[in-house]
């Protein structure tokens, strides 16, 4: 749903770090989901490795139109990349 409507910021196969608060911006602009399908969709996307991976500190955070929107932060990388290790370590054990 997210992709569909949003494409410029919503991409699975090539996802970029969202906005901080972007589920405000949704829910002006979707009445479509359920607050809890909303949250549920959100999480999914910001969960996958991919997304994760792509959380360095500096890079561009963006809207729902693609636009810059913020950046990452040291301490938000640094925990994509705990994250990861730590989903890594699990599925190895």
């Known amino acids: 749903h997210l992709s569909a409507k949003w494409p410029a910021s919503f991409n699975p196969k090539a ?28 999480r999914a996307y910001t969960s996958m490795p991919r997304y994760l991976a792509r959380l360095n500190a500096g890079t561009v955070r963006v809207d729902l139109d693609g636009e810059p929107a913020g950046e990452v932060s040291d301490a938000e990388a640094a925990s994509a990349k705990a994250l990861l290790c730590a989903r890594k370590n699990k599925e190895e054990t």
Do not use: M, N, T
């Open 15 to 42: 996802p970029r770090p969202l906005r901080i608060g972007i589920h405000h911006d949704i829910r002006v602009l979707d009445i479509e989901l359920s607050d809890d399908e909303l949250r549920r969709a959100l």
